[in-house]
């Protein structure tokens, strides 16, 4: 197998399974980093300041 073909075979293995994505995410220095930065876990949505003045411009060029 050719150097550029293992990523690929990582990726399929990852979206069969989420074996990749489990593994990555159980090491904890991954998940305070993560929180360190502002991702959120799933289902936790937040809008911010700009996307909501987004929206506003939005629903005025609509009018």
Known sequence: ???NQAPMVV????H?????WLNFMA???IASM???IGFLPDGAHTVN???TNSLA???K???
């Open 57 to 59: 411009i939005c629903a």
């Open 34 to 36: 993560l929180t360190r």
């Open 11 to 14: 990726m399929i293995e990852n």
């Open 1 to 3: 197998m050719g150097l």
């Open 49 to 51: 300041e700009r996307s």
């Open 27 to 29: 090491n904890p220095e």
């Open 61 to 63: 060029a609509r009018r």
């Open 16 to 20: 069969r399974t989420g074996l990749v």
